[in-house]
Nanobody
Framework: QVQLVESGGGLVQPGGSLRLSCAAS????????MGWFRQAPGKEREFVAG?????????RYADFLKGRFIISRDNSNNMLYLQMNSLKFEDTAVYYC?????????????????WGQGTQVTVSS
């Protein structure tokens, strides 16, 4: 059974950076895509970024990011990362790591079968 555990959230000022981590276990993740989603209070969960585990150069980002975030993975340690730069107030949300047993990077939450518990990111001055 796939298990995902996020870490690295916290409080950061506007313009700052954070790196989120997701420890993945329970599978070799061959054939999987991994994604980051976020959910702000009162809003639906939305796609942030995703990658193909076997070929992390195959990535997809939400249009609103405009190059501020970078998704990556460390295959040797089964870790997924989200480097977040130039953070804005509107980036405040709970960030979730998700796994999907499919080659296609989907941008809808229902396409992902495994989820972590989430980590809070708060951007505030």
């Amino acid at each position: 059974q796939v298990q995902l555990v996020e870490s690295g959230g916290g409080l950061v000022q506007p313009g700052g950076s954070l790196r989120l981590s997701c420890a993945a276990s329970g599978s070799s993740f061959i054939g999987y895509t991994m994604g980051w989603f976020r959910q702000a209070p009162g809003k639906e969960r939305e796609f942030v970024a995703g990658l193909l585990w076997e070929n992390p150069d195959v990535r997809r980002y939400a249009d609103f990011l405009k190059g501020r975030f970078i998704i990556s993975r460390d295959n040797s340690n089964n870790m997924l990362y989200l480097q977040m730069n130039s953070l804005k107030f509107e980036d405040t949300a709970v960030y979730y790591c998700a796994a999907r047993n499919d080659w296609k990077i989907a941008n809808t939450p229902v396409a992902y079968g495994s989820w972590g518990q989430g980590t809070q990111v708060t951007v505030s001055s």
